[in-house]
């Protein structure tokens, strides 16, 4: 194993020294067997066995994570745009950070958590005042700074995430296209025209269209905005008003069907609404009141497999609950006999089966269906 390590990120590299070993003749063979050996979460090391063996302390909350595509590695993200990765897969290279960048500089506004992957074999970091930041082979096509500097404006509301391209969503419903991203429309243009006000912030990134010429952006209360092509196919206040209901807890993640034609909303609560072509297999206050039983810690994410035909929902002490298709492969509380010692802050399905969850210090559990939990 090869370890290097700097001010502003950490690279732990299982795979350089077998890689090494090999023409590029044997690439595809290479390929293959790295599939095979990385099918399902693995745990490829965290901030904590990093910083602990270096007697250091981590500068910022960890606020995100990236998977490699074949599923052989990750990236996790900082508040300050520091970068760790682990795994020495090629979707999981450390090319840079945000305080290595800066230097003596001070970033204005912490990072989302939004590690955008780039085809070309670098990232792109997304900072709240709608900063960017790119590593690698990533092109830097412009920011919100840069643009608002030129119109002698200020950004009204806080960047709440972004997609490739790249697309920036605020969480006024304000929506920035930067490249080849289109601009189809915002939520402040739309409501200017009908001389009404945003009910809830915008929460969480842009949802593209499967075409990729739309979006959509949900909003705390459920609220769904769509441009271009994507599709209008319900909100929770289409469903709840009439009924003079309320929701019970905000909305914090979104999901929908590669083909577009139908979307999850996820609520704190575990509350799960569906709208289109989504079937609704299941929420955490269904399985809980039937037992009688209170969730011990709200849901920060949700997730739909592959096929549309299941999806997890992950709460901030670790838990996870699967409905549908998505099969349960264990939980942090199962696996810890002590406490968590920070919050889960993200999640994220792994090729083969499985999922990584990811803690505010930067602890990582990797649970597959053949393995309860790794952590180290």
């Known amino acids: 194993m090869a370890v290097t390590a700097g001010s502003s990120g950490v690279v732990i590299d299982h795979a350089t020294l077998i890689a090494a070993q090999f023409q590029p003749a044997h690439a595809e063979a290479l390929s293959s067997v790295r599939a095979a050996a990385c099918s399902g979460a693995h745990f490829k090391g965290s901030v904590p066995g990093v910083l602990d063996r270096e007697r250091r302390k981590l500068r910022a909350p960890i606020v995100g994570i990236t998977p490699a595509r074949d599923g052989c590695g990750y990236r996790l993200v900082g508040s300050d745009g520091g970068v760790f ?11 840079g950070s945000v305080p290595g960048a800066l230097g003596d500089k001070r ?21 709240q005042d709608g900063g960017v930041f790119v ?16 119109l002698d404006k200020r950004l ?7 997609t490739a391209g790249y697309r920036l969503a605020a969480k006024d419903g304000g929506v920035f296209s930067f490249a080849k991203a289109g601009f189809h429309g915002s939520v402040p243009g ?3 025209k009908l001389r009404e006000h945003l009910a809830a912030p915008v929460v969480g990134t842009v949802m593209p269209a499967p075409n990729g010429n739309g979006y959509w952006l949900y909003a705390s209360d459920g609220g769904v905005f769509t441009f271009g092509r994507a599709q209008f196919l319900g909100s929770v206040p289409k469903v709840l008003d009439p009924e003079h209901k309320h929701l019970a807890a905000p909305v914090v ?25 989504v079937r609704f297999y299941g929420s955490v206050p269904g399985v809980l009141n039937a037992q009688r039983r209170k969730l011990n810690a709200p849901i920060v994410g949700g997730v739909a497999t592959a096929n549309g035909k299941g999806y997890w929902l992950f709460a901030s002490d670790g838990g996870v609950f699967s ?3 998505a099969k349960f492969a264990g939980s942090v509380p199962g696996a810890l006999r002590g406490r968590l010692n920070a919050p889960i802050v993200a999640a994220a399905p792994a090729p083969g089966g499985g999922y990584w969850l990811v803690a505010s210090d930067g602890g990582v559990f990797a649970f597959r269906p053949s393995q309860e939990g790794e952590r180290k």
Do not use: E, M
Request: zero cysteines.
């Open 85 to 95: 990765a682990f795994g020495g897969a090629p979707g999981s290279h450390y090319h």
């Open 253 to 277: 993640a979104a999901a929908s069907l590669q083909n577009g034609q139908g979307y999850w909303l996820f609520a704190a609560d575990g509350g799960v609404f569906t709208f289109g072509k």
């Open 323 to 325: 409905f549908g298709n």
């Open 190 to 192: 739309v409501l200017a």
């Open 135 to 150: 590593f690698g082979a990533a092109k830097f096509h412009g920011s919100v700074p840069g643009v608002l500097a030129k």
């Open 107 to 127: 970033l204005n506004a912490p990072v989302t958590g939004t590690v955008v992957p780039d085809g070309r074999g670098g990232y792109v970091l997304i900072a």
């Open 156 to 162: 009204n509301a806080p960047v709440a995430g972004g």
